[in-house]
Nanobody
Framework: QVQLVESGGGLVQPGGSLRLSCAAS????????MGWYRQAPGKQRELVAV???????NYAESVKGRFTISRDNAKKTVYLQMKSLKPEDTAVYYC????????????????WGQGTQVTVSS
């Protein structure tokens, strides 16, 4: 079992930055692939970024060059650094985890956080 708790969301102006954190507990964090999803009002949930247990990363085209996913296995935490934020980045951001990378990538793995709201507006 893995419990995930996100933090770091908030209101930011266009062009600003935020760093989201996802603290995990309950299992061997270092073995899990981790992802960040987001869901905007009226839209489907979409994968934003993923990091494997080995530290390899991948990003949605819409956030490449602006967002960076990272992990600290000692702290059992995954981060999403977001820069040059746009109004279209406004969404609830969810942390996701699974032992199997494909599950995280394709539709989300077994474990989800409760979500944190990011609003980009002037």
């Amino acid at each position: 079992q893995v419990q995930l708790v996100e933090s770091g969301g908030g209101l930011v102006q266009p062009g600003g930055s935020l760093r989201l954190s996802c603290a995990a507990s309950g299992s061997i964090f270092r073995l899990y692939a981790m992802g960040w999803y987001r869901q905007a009002p009226g839209k489907q949930r979409e994968l934003v970024a993923v990091i494997t247990s080995a530290g390899s990363t991948n990003y949605a085209e819409s956030v490449k060059g602006r967002f960076t996913i990272s992990r600290d296995n000692a702290k059992k935490t995954v981060y999403l650094q977001m820069k040059s934020l746009k109004p279209e980045d406004t969404a609830v951001y969810y942390c996701n985890a699974d032992r199997i990378l494909d599950r995280v990538v394709q539709a989300g793995g077994d474990y989800w956080g409760q979500g944190t709201q990011v609003t980009v507006s002037s």
